[in-house]
């Protein structure tokens, strides 16, 4: 089983924790939801010889984004992988939010993925979640060797994404947290915002439960 280490960056306007999850053997890396500032990302996978392997997005939002299409630039043999549900959201930037916070932005990804899809990238088995509320297309990455849930805007600690912006549902998101709910009490929780959880915890205190 591969070793997973990982480490965060909390970038953007919105505060968005960009995830570098890394083989401690190889160094191959893979990037989630790259907020923005694409130069620092850079700097910091030279200063720690780091290996770019993937970048994986949560969800299109701006805050989660911003810096897709320059390292695309930089790393031109790097895959972004989305969901595919995600595609309409990405590309339009009222809809991802981009054009009424910032600046008008869109991007893509090269591999779009489905529910229970599994992804090998950098010696790691990773299931895609479906996990639709904050967004049709939010989804979540779980590593089920390792214990580690990559949430995304679906659930945080003690709380969950909005589900007022366009494609947002609130039904949707409190089956999604159900389901995420079914995984092991022990499952660290790594969301989008704020700090890191587990699966135990938030059948406990999550306000989607009551």
Known sequence: MAELEIQYRVLGMIGTNVYFLINKETKETILVDPADNAPYIEEQFRLRGLKPAAILLTHGHFDHIFAVNDLKKAWPDVKVYAYIDEK???EDSWANRSA???SAY???ADVWVKDNEMLHIAGFDIQVLHT???TAGSCCYYFEEQGVLISGDTLF???YGRTDLQTGSEAAIFRSIARLLELPEDVYV??????MTSIGHERTYNPAVF
């Not at 790594?190 to 700090?195: A, C, E």
Request: proline fraction near 14%; charge should be negative.
């Open 88 to 90: 309409p959201l990405m």
């Open 132 to 134: 639709p509320g904050h």
């Open 157 to 159: 600690l003690e709380s």
């Open 190 to 195: 790594y969301p989008g915002h704020m700090d």
């Open 106 to 108: 869109t991007t893509t």
């Open 100 to 102: 009424a916070w910032a």
